[in-house]
């Protein structure tokens, strides 16, 4: 069964830089999910990270603004650029973990933009 | 694509009592519904999902209820405790989308002893 592991858990970024959050999972997974919520807020699809494939992005989301990495099948990466205060979110990665617990959450990095 | 609305937004209730989710969904190719529970700064962490081919599923005190029908499916806990309290989300996934899912908006559960 899977376990991720996320980071950073947090940071504090300048508007226009760019963040890149780590997702690793402690055994080989098909499909890494990207998701995104803002303060008080539900949980949004960004997109599925697909192993040799470009990622599959949800209405809203653009590769441009949130690409992403799948090198292997362990391991995935989000970045958020060029930010703007809007961008103050978690985010968190999501896989298929087993029958009883389903698809689990990383810890989720959340990201304040000033 | 998929919508999913649940209510209510928060819910207050007794220690002992019982509280009820619902959610709404609207693709009818939807066939399965986990239910996450987030506590405040953790990350969801799922408690109980029923697929479509079941109408009803409980865990100890968690229950989940599905009608195909009418599109909806509720969450249930019984004789609530403190930490019960949490944000519930509810979630709606077809199968040849497996881990995309389509979240409700929270329900706000506060157990007052």
């Known amino acids: 069964s899977a376990v991720i592991s996320q980071k950073p858990s947090r940071d504090i970024c300048q508007r226009g830089t760019s963040l890149t959050i780590q997702c690793q999972v402690d055994?080989?997974?098909?499909?890494m999910f990207w998701y995104r919520q803002q303060p008080g807020q539900s949980l949004t699809l960004i997109a599925t990270?697909?192993?040799?494939?470009?990622?599959?992005?949800e209405s809203g989301f653009v590769i441009d603004k949130f690409p992403i990495s799948r090198p292997n099948l362990t391991f995935s990466t989000l970045t958020v650029s060029n930010m703007s205060p809007e961008d103050s979110s978690i985010y968190l990665c999501?896989?298929?973990?087993?029958?009883?617990?389903?698809?689990?959450f990383g810890s989720g990095t959340r990201l304040t933009v000033v | 694509g998929e919508n999913v609305e649940q209510h209510p937004s928060t819910l207050s209730v007794q220690e002992g009592d019982s509280a009820v989710i619902k959610c709404t969904y609207s693709d009818s190719a939807s066939n399965y519904f986990p239910w996450y529970k987030q506590e405040l700064g953790k990350r969801p962490q799922l408690i109980i999902d029923?697929?479509?081919?079941?109408g009803e599923k409980k865990d100890q005190r968690i229950a989940v209820t599905l009608n195909k029908t009418a599109k909806h499916f509720s969450l249930h806990i019984t004789e609530t405790q403190p930490e019960d309290s949490a944000v519930y989300f509810c979630a709606a996934s077809r199968t040849d989308s497996w881990g995309k899912f389509q979240f409700g908006a929270g329900t706000q559960v506060v157990v007052t002893p």
């Open positions: 990270a697909n192993q040799g494939s470009e990622a599959t992005y």
């Open positions: 029923i697929r479509s081919n079941v």
């Open positions: 055994s080989q997974v098909t499909m």
């Open positions: 999501s896989v298929y973990r087993d029958s009883n617990y389903g698809y689990t």
